[in-house]
């Protein structure tokens, strides 16, 4: 990955927990770290293939002063969010930020944070089986399209399939999206959860009847045992109604448990079938 550096920008502005440093103001030190391929930049000459780091430096200035904030992590999230937002190019961008007059009572260079934000792949799961199941599918992926620094990047069909776990109801309508999103998986998962509630979702009966269903399957190679999300989804080898719809839109993911494509896995269930 190519690399692209802003070192020491100094910038004063009037940042800080304490309302002094609100009113007096003091000098910040910003740093930025873009990974991106500029391939095509060095090769074409083509600057709208890379970024214009002039532009960007005054941007940027513009950003960590249109909004006074009591956190220096505050701060370079804001950056970098900022940056993945305007420049589709860079895939992911290293901030730091220095306070060298920070109000502690003691000598020391400065105090500092640095984050760095990256763009992610996910794949999500969605399932309907109540009421206009079409509606409430193409409903959450418009609101999954709104979610900050998320984009619906591909859409499967709508696939009708037949109740899975429990089978006393209603067929389903199913679906996979691919997302790039800067979120990182808790984030996006309770960001799905709150589609789901905001599109009528009720937990009452497992596997029972839902307007919405919200799964993460993949997202990049993570593998996580974190209960508030697994990851890969740990029954997503398991279900043909998930692997066919990922299947149309990513046949050569790879499940980094199974160490298998998404077609493999769905072949095998199919044997299995057969």
Not at 229 to 250: G, S, T, Y
Request: hydrophobic share 40%.
């Amino acid at each position: 990955m190519d690399k692209i550096y802003l070192k020491n920008i100094e910038i004063f502005a009037n940042h800080g927990v304490f309302q002094e440093e609100k009113a007096l103001g003091q000098k910040f030190i910003l740093s930025l770290e873009l990974s991106l391929d500029f391939h095509k930049a060095a090769k074409d000459g083509d600057l709208s293939a890379s970024v214009h780091y002039g532009e960007l430096c005054h941007n940027v200035e513009k950003v960590f002063k249109e909004e006074l904030c009591d956190l220096l992590e505050t701060l370079v999230y804001k950056v970098g969010a900022y940056v993945l937002d305007t420049y589709e190019v860079v895939k992911e961008v290293k901030i730091s930020l220095k306070k060298p007059w920070a109000p502690i009572s003691r000598h020391l260079d400065y105090a500092a944070v640095e984050t760095t934000i990256a763009r992610h792949k996910a794949y999500i799961a969605l399932g309907s089986n109540i009421g206009n199941k079409e509606q409430y599918i193409r409903s959450a992926i418009e609101k999954i399209n709104e979610l900050e620094g998320t984009k619906v990047k591909k859409e499967s069909k709508l696939l009708v399939t037949k109740p899975w776990g429990k089978e006393d109801q209603e067929d389903f309508l199913n679906a996979v999206i691919e997302v790039e999103t800067y979120l990182k998986p808790k984030e996006l998962m309770a960001e799905l959860l709150r589609v789901e509630s905001i599109l009528e979702r009720k937990r009452e009966i497992k596997w029972g009847p839902r307007t919405i269903d919200l799964d993460i399957i993949l997202f990049d190679d993570l593998v996580s045992n974190d209960e508030f999300v697994v990851l890969p989804h740990p029954l997503m080898h398991l279900r043909e109604f998930v692997l066919e719809p990922l299947c149309e839109i990513a046949p050569y993911a790879i499940h980094p448990l199974k160490n298998k494509r998404a077609f493999e896995l769905l072949e095998e269930i199919k044997s299995i079938e057969n």
